[in-house]
């Protein structure tokens, strides 16, 4: 059974700092995916990731995976209140054709 | 382009009563996804679909749930007789085809249950 999880589960940082959000998994997959939600919302997709050493970058935000490890990232670079949210990993079951298992979530809080 | 239409955006329903809770795929996509999440929790895999058939329900309840996607209309996810636990977000997502192209996700369905 596939397991994903993510850390850490709440994260609160102050505007202007680096942090990271941790992903792993636990079978073989080949496609992990991030996305965003804020409360109340639905899902918004940021990354498709598909191989190992992919790394792909979207305004303060850089997404990499290392298949080997099972372990994707999310680095948050200089953050700023907007970015609150609450991001989830979600990796492909490679053998149960498209569908998602989702991490638990990180919870992240910008302050001014 | 429409995104993912879900339909209704909040239910509320008594102990026992019916709910069904429809998704529009996005236009060209042929395959639905259905998702359950609890509150401050991940979403967690239910049933997945193509037109008129089901393709993998090994995360849908045995009982009281069901799943469709007809030939012609939206696809249905009914829930049975509701208890308490059922309520949660239900979210619906689509495909263009199985692979490396990410689900695109409806608004939810917020069930409450009285």
């Known amino acids: 059974e596939l397991k994903v999880e993510q850390n850490p589960l709440f994260l609160s940082m102050q505007e202007g700092k680096n942090y990271t959000i941790y992903c792993n998994y636990s079978?073989?997959?080949?496609?992990l995916y991030w996305y965003r939600q804020d409360p109340g919302k639905s899902l918004e997709s940021l990354f498709v990731?598909?191989?190992?050493?992919a790394v792909k970058q979207e305004g303060r935000l850089m997404a990499s995976l290392d298949t080997k490890a099972r372990l994707s990232t999310l680095h948050i670079t200089a953050a700023v209140h907007d970015l609150s949210a609450t991001y989830f990993c979600?990796?492909?079951?490679?053998?149960?054709?498209?569908?998602?298992?989702f991490g638990g979530g990180t919870r992240l809080m910008v302050k001014p | 382009n429409a995104g993912v239409m879900q339909n209704p955006r909040h239910l509320v329903r008594r102990r026992g009563q019916e709910a069904r809770l429809r998704c529009s795929p996005m236009?060209?996509?042929?395959?639905v996804y259905w998702y359950r999440q609890l509150p401050e929790e991940g979403l967690k895999f239910m049933v997945y679909?193509?037109?008129?058939?089901?393709?993998?329900e090994s995360g849908m309840p045995k009982e009281r749930f069901s799943a469709e996607f007809p030939k012609e209309g939206p696809s249905i996810l009914r829930i049975q007789q509701v208890v308490r636990g059922d309520s949660a977000a239900y979210f619906c997502?689509?495909?263009?085809?199985?692979?490396?192209?990410?689900?695109?996700f409806g608004d939810g369905t917020r069930l409450s249950i009285l």
């Open positions: 679909l193509q037109k008129e058939n089901i393709i993998d």
């Open positions: 979600a990796v492909a079951n490679n053998n149960a054709g498209n569908m998602l298992t």
């Open positions: 997502a689509s495909s263009r085809i199985e692979g490396n192209q990410p689900q695109h």
């Open positions: 990731l598909l191989s190992n050493g």
């Open positions: 079978t073989t997959s080949d496609r």
């Open positions: 236009k060209g996509h042929s395959h």
